[in-house]
Nanobody, 122 residues
């Protein structure tokens, strides 16, 4: 059984920080690129960040560049998203997923999990 479980979200004031985690089981984590996406009700899910299988390269949406950092610990089978200087427009449900390659458009898991809610509000 392949599982992706997001955690670490919460309520934070503008300018604050959160660190999201995605724990993986049921597949060879170190063989895949990983992603963070986010979605607001009524809007399309958007790609926030991606990382290669080894963690050697990363990509970010322009809206989060310089504020968010994606990383991974292959020994712990865990993906992270460090979110600094959070803004109200970052409010969304955040999801993790996998890709064969960091540049692929499609993700591996058709069923998105519960995600973790990030709310940025004063």
């Amino acid at each position: 059984q392949m599982r992706l479980v997001e955690s670490g979200g919460g309520l934070v004031q503008p300018g604050g920080s959160l660190r999201l985690s995605c724990t993986v089981s049921g597949f060879t984590f170190s063989s895949y690129a990983m992603t963070w996406h986010r979605q607001v009700p009524g809007k399309e899910r958007e790609l926030v960040a991606a990382i290669t299988d080894t963690g050697s390269r990363t990509n970010y949406a322009d809206s989060v560049k310089g504020r968010f950092t994606i990383s991974r610990d292959n020994d712990k089978k865990t993906l992270y998203l460090q979110m600094n200087n959070l803004k109200p427009e970052d409010t969304a449900v955040y999801y993790c997923n996998a890709k064969f390659d960091i540049n692929d458009y499609e993700v591996l898991f058709h069923s998105w999990g519960q995600g973790t809610q990030v709310t940025v509000s004063s």
